[in-house]
Structures are given as structure tokens and as C-alpha cells.
């Protein structure tokens, strides 16, 4: 039977056909792998996450995490599911044998962990949060901090978090007021609030990792005055043991709409219930140099960023799969030229609306997976590309796509989670059917690590002129090299699809050269939003195009489920260059004429 988590010929289609991870082992880093050994840790992850995740994605959301004033409860079977994640060593997955890791590829390793996002978003947060808390140490850490910290979280002891907003702060970093007090020690005694922060108190592990950010008195003012430091629920002596609690006070939970299994707090730091050696304020330990944590942090909320637009796919994933069971095995009504009520009803995915939806979700869902994935091969270029020159590409290619790949699947693969609710009819709307939880989930990942304001802000603000416009430059090269094959290839479809695409692309140059033209940041920001969906959408008809060319290339001897599987492919592609593709002339328009509508409303007209 296959699964309603992910496809597993999608996700070969993508690692081997479309990115070609196996040319990969060709680098000593990887040298030790092969295709068999990247399947089979494939195979392993689609099983454990089939086996141990998925079961209690309903339960865990029915029965939240709950707090008695003592300790914060979470049914079992989240625990149980956990240690087996971190006991078959994928925690550490994606690291250096020395720390007991297995040296995956990152494209490989975001693969696998893609089983565990889909069976489970809440329960794989723990893993999730802890992995991006491991790599920030690893890249800015002390030695000592690794040994003490990193190898405890590759080995399954420690989880880790990220705590960044604040109460009265949220996203505006700039405003935080957990303040970072110099100790004789060398070390700091830290106070303030922080808000949001997920996995902060459980019983799941035996220590808690939180990185906050917090300033030291005296630092410049903004986020320029912003310090690093790990702050550990338990501190940790000298020989690795656990000592006294340290001064981190959980002050109640935040209850959401989605990931519910996921324990959201608010936590204290040093406000006195716990008191190590009787001094107050929490212990922490500086992360780097003293005011540049936010470069630090980026690091993992860059991670981050490519983690939640992952998981948007995940989910709209698993909803297409689960609304294309129901349209398949739900007889409902019959053809419109059918005039005899008697006849038999036919399966709802008879019906062309139907259709329509399930093929929107196919190209919204299979898009996002290969644009993620495609950034997680950025990753390992970035890291082992074979000259300096291709290093640097992958890295300016990155900076320019994780706004995009973060905001446009938390966009576009909620709306498949959207249709895959109507597709169910009035049953998408019961806690009988799995897709209502999927929705509330996803709704979650517009917000999560960056609102699209933000990443749009961003992508507009920074990653398009960086380096004079290197980076979109890149772009533009890369999708210019698949509309060029397309053009190439004796397939009609292609052709069409590649002259749209090009005209598309031209249109998006010119309006992002009179954007950074203009000098009123206000005004050229005003519709960035508008600017990040329209570059979304030229961004993943490239990647249906790269797609679509690879399967008219393999139709030719396909035979079987393989050659549906390649059918599918065109048409999905067809219908995103035909449906969705044309919505970008009219964003180009209405961006270039520098529409104030919105920057000229004023509160009092509300």
C-alpha cells in the first residue's frame, strides 16, 4: 500500500533524477556512501516515522502537553517515539563520525527527516529544534561548549531550543530587554522574559539547551547590542555530569492552534525560584564574540527557515495524499452528460473540479519538495562544491532562496491543505478525517521563523541586491539554463513552457531593477509581499520545468506505473504554467507602478 505520508518515487525522483545526489559520493566526505546506503536509511526513517510517529499525530494533538506547577505532561508515546529517533542515531545523522554521526549528505539527511515531519509535525519539532541548536555550536561554539552541550544532543540526552522573541518584542529583535550580567567567573548571570519558545520544559530529556539572545549591559543600542549564550535547564559540571537546576522558570504554556504536540512556553530567566549557589539570575555562557549573537543565531534560524518551508510541504504533502485516497474511494453523484439517476455513482475523482484540486495540490506539494530539497543540495555544495568558485555560488544561490523556500510553501502548500479539506467535502471539516489537523498545523508555518512580511522584507530588502545583484543574478542564469534545454526538446509542452517562463523571468528583471531604484525604502517596500509571491512563483515553474523535462526524457522507456508516474509530472507542470504561472504578469504590473495603496491608508480610515 502506499504511503499517505510521502511518495517515495516522488522523493527518489527528486534525490536521484532531479538533483542527482549520487554523484555526491564522489567526494571524500561521502565517500563511504552509495545509493544503497542512502536508501536504506530511507527505508528505516519511512518505517520508524510510519511506525512510531504517525500513530499518535491525533492523540497528541487531543491531549496537549499540560502543566501541574511542577512538571509539564505529554503522553507517552511522544517519548517513545523520540528514543528510538535519537537510539538509531539520527540525531546525528548529517554529522562528522567523530561525533558519533553518519557522515549523510544534507540533501539525504533533509530526506529522511522529511518522513518524520509528515507522519508528525509536533512530535518531530523535538529533533528538529535540537538538530539547528547542534550545528549553531558546532560553527560558533567553544570546544568546550561542544563537548559539554553538542555531543550530549547528537547522542539523544539534551534537546535543545532557540529563544529569541519576548513578550513585548515579538519578531522586532531590536527591542528585547533580557539583559546578560558579567560574572567574576567570566561567565553571565542572565534576567527577562522570553515568549514562544518551543520544547522549552519537559521531561523528555535529561537537559534542555536554550540558546537566548540577550544584551550586556552597555552593548550599542538595537540589534547590533545583541549577545549569544547558552543558558542549560540543568547545568553541567566539569566531568559531563548534571548539577543543580539552574535559575530557567517555566511562567505557563501557550496553547495553539497547530502543533499542539509541540510544548510552547513562556519562560522566566532569573526571576529566583532557582537559585544555583545561592546567587540569582541564570547561568549562561557566551556563544562567540560579545554583541554578535544575531549573526550567531542566523545561523539557526536560516536552518530554520528551509526547516519550516519543508515543513509546510510536508504537510500539504501528506493532505494531497489523504484527500486523493478519499476522491479514489468516495462514489459520489455522477458525469454531467449521465441523465439516469439509477445508474451507479462514480468515485468523486470522476469529477473534473476534482481534479482540478487534487492537480493544484500535486503542483503546489511536489514543487515545494523539490525547491527544499534543491536548497538542502545548496547546503552540501556550499560545504564540499569542488572548487571556491562553486562554494560561493551555492552559498549566494541559498541566501537568495530561503526566503522563498520558507514563505511560499507556508503559502501555497496551505491552500493544498485547503483543497484537500474541500476535496473531503463535509467530513474535511470532522476530527474523523485527518486533514482538518493537517490545516491547523500548516497555518502555523506563515508565522513560524519570520512572518512573509519579514521574509519578503528580506528577500526585497537585502538578498536581490546583495553583492550588486550576484545572487539574482545566479538565478536568473540557472532558470535561463533549463528554459534553454526546454527550448531544445522536440516536446511541444516544453517549448510553451519555456517561452512563458522566459517572458516571465524578463518581467520579474525589470521590475526588481526599478524596485532598487527606488530611493523611498517605505515606498519600494510597501508591496514586498506582492514581490515575494510573484518570485516564488517564477522560482517553482522553474523547478516543474527542470521537472517536466526530465520526464519526457525518461517516458520514451517508461513502462507501467513508471510511465503514469512521468504523465503526471507533465501534466502537474502544464497546469502550474497554465493556472497558476500567469498570476505573476499582474504583480509585475501593479509592483511596478508603485501602487501607495496600502502605505497611504491611515489608522483612523479602518
Known amino acids: 500500500m502506499q504511503s499517505r505520508i510521502l511518495s517515495r518515487r516522488d522523493l527518489e525522483f527528486v534525490l536521484y533524477e532531479l538533483i542527482e545526489v549520487g554523484t555526491l559520493t564522489s567526494r571524500p566526505r561521502y565517500a563511504d556512501h552509495s545509493r544503497e546506503t542512502f536508501d536504506a536509511a530511507l527505508a528505516t526513517c519511512e518505517r520508524m516515522a510510519t511506525e512510531l510517529f504517525e500513530p499518535h499525530y491525533q492523540k497528541s494533538d487531543r491531549n496537549e502537553p499540560h502543566f501541574d506547577g511542577e512538571q509539564v505532561h505529554i503522553i507517552p508515546e511522544v517519548k517513545q517515539a523520540l528514543d528510538a529517533f535519537c537510539q538509531a542515531g539520527l540525531m546525528a545523522a548529517g554529522q562528522d563520525y567523530d561525533l558519533g554521526g553518519m557522515q549523510l549528505p544534507a540533501v539525504v539527511n533533509a530526506a529522511c527527516f522529511a518522513w518524520f515531519k509528515g507522519a508528525n509535525v509536533a512530535t518531530a519539532g523535538y529533533p528538529f529544534l535540537t538538530i539547528g541548536n547542534a550545528n549553531l555550536l558546532l560553527a560558533h561554539g567553544s570546544k568546550q561548549q561542544i563537548d559539554s552541550y553538542v555531543r550530549p544532543m547528537m547522542e539523544g540526552r539534551f534537546f535543545g531550543t532557540m529563544c529569541l522573541s519576548e513578550p513585548q518584542a515579538g519578531s522586532s529583535l531590536a527591542d528585547i530587554k533580557t539583559r546578560a550580567e558579567p560574572q567574576a567567573d567570566g561567565n553571565y548571570r542572565l534576567f527577562g522574559n522570553k515568549m514562544w519558545i518551543s520544547a522549552g520544559e519537559h521531561e523528555l530529556s535529561e537537559n534542555i539547551v536554550h540558546l537566548v539572545l540577550a544584551k550586556i549591559p552597555g552593548a550599542p543600542p538595537g540589534v547590533k547590542g545583541i549577545s549569544l549564550f547558552i543558558v542549560p535547564k540543568k547545568l553541567v559540571n566539569a566531568d559531563g555530569s548534571l548539577g543543580e537546576r539552574n535559575d530557567v522558570a517555566l511562567a505557563g504554556l501557550n496553547h495553539k492552534m497547530g502543533y499542539r504536540g509541540t510544548v510552547n512556553t513562556l519562560l522566566n530567566f532569573g526571576e529566583g525560584k532557582f537559585r544555583p549557589g545561592g546567587s540569582a ?67 468523486i475523482i470522476e469529477h473534473a473540479d476534482v481534479r482540478r484540486m487534487l492537480l493544484a495540490q500535486k503542483s503546489y506539494v511536489e514543487g515545494g519538495l523539490a525547491l527544499c530539497l534543491y536548497c538542502a543540495r545548496l547546503v552540501d555544495e556550499q560545504k564540499t562544491g569542488e572548487s571556491e568558485s562553486a562554494r560561493r555560488e551555492a552559498g549566494l544561490l541559498l541566501d537568495i532562496l530561503t526566503p522563498i523556500a520558507k514563505s511560499w ?12 479539506i474541500q476535496v473531503h467535502g463535509g467530513y474535511g471539516y470532522t476530527r474523523d478525517y485527518k486533514v482538518e489537523q493537517f490545516y491547523r498545523d500548516n497555518r502555523l508555518n506563515p508565522i513560524h521563523e519570520g512572518t512573509h512580511g519579514i521574509q519578503a522584507m528580506d528577500l526585497l530588502g537585502r538578498k536581490v541586491g546583495m553583492e550588486r545583484g550576484r545572487a539574482f543574478e545566479l538565478l536568473l542564469a540557472k532558470i535561463g539554463e533549463a528554459t534553454g534545454a526546454a527550448m531544445a526538446s522536440e516536446s511541444q509542452l516544453l517549448q510553451q513552457c519555456a517561452k512563458a517562463l522566459d517572458a516571465a523571468v524578463q518581467d520579474a528583471a525589470a521590475t526588481t531593477r526599478q524596485l532598487l531604484s527606488v530611493r523611498d525604502a517605505n515606498l519600494m517596500l510597501a508591496n514586498a509581499s506582492v514581490y515575494l509571491e510573484m518570485l516564488g512563483h517564477v522560482v517553482i515553474a522553474w523547478v516543474w520545468l527542470r521537472q517536466a523535462e526530465l520526464a519526457q526524457r525518461a517516458l520514451a522507456k517508461a513502462q507501467g506505473d513508471d510511465k503514469a508516474f512521468y504523465q503526471g509530472k507533465l501534466q502537474a507542470c502544464q497546469y502550474f504554467f497554465r493556472y497558476e504561472l500567469p498570476r505573476t504578469a499582474a504583480q509585475n504590473e501593479l509592483l511596478r507602478k508603485l501602487d501607495p495603496t496600502c502605505i497611504e491608508m491611515r489608522d483612523e480610515w479602518f
Open 409 to 420: 510553501p507556508s503559502r501555497w502548500c496551505l491552500e493544498a491543505n485547503s483543497l484537500a
Open 281 to 347: 539570575g541564570a547561568v549562561g555562557y557566551l556563544v562567540g564574540e560579545p554583541n554578535r549573537g544575531l549573526a550567531c543565531m542566523f545561523h539557526m534560524m536560516n536552518e530554520a527557515r528551509i526547516g519550516v518551508g519543508m515543513g509546510a510541504v510536508l504537510l500539504g504533502y501528506t493532505g494531497y495524499l489523504h484527500a486523493l485516497d478519499y476522491a479514489r474511494s468516495r462514489p459520489q453523484g455522477r458525469h454531467p452528460a449521465a441523465k439516469d439517476p439509477a445508474s451507479p455513482q462514480v468515485p
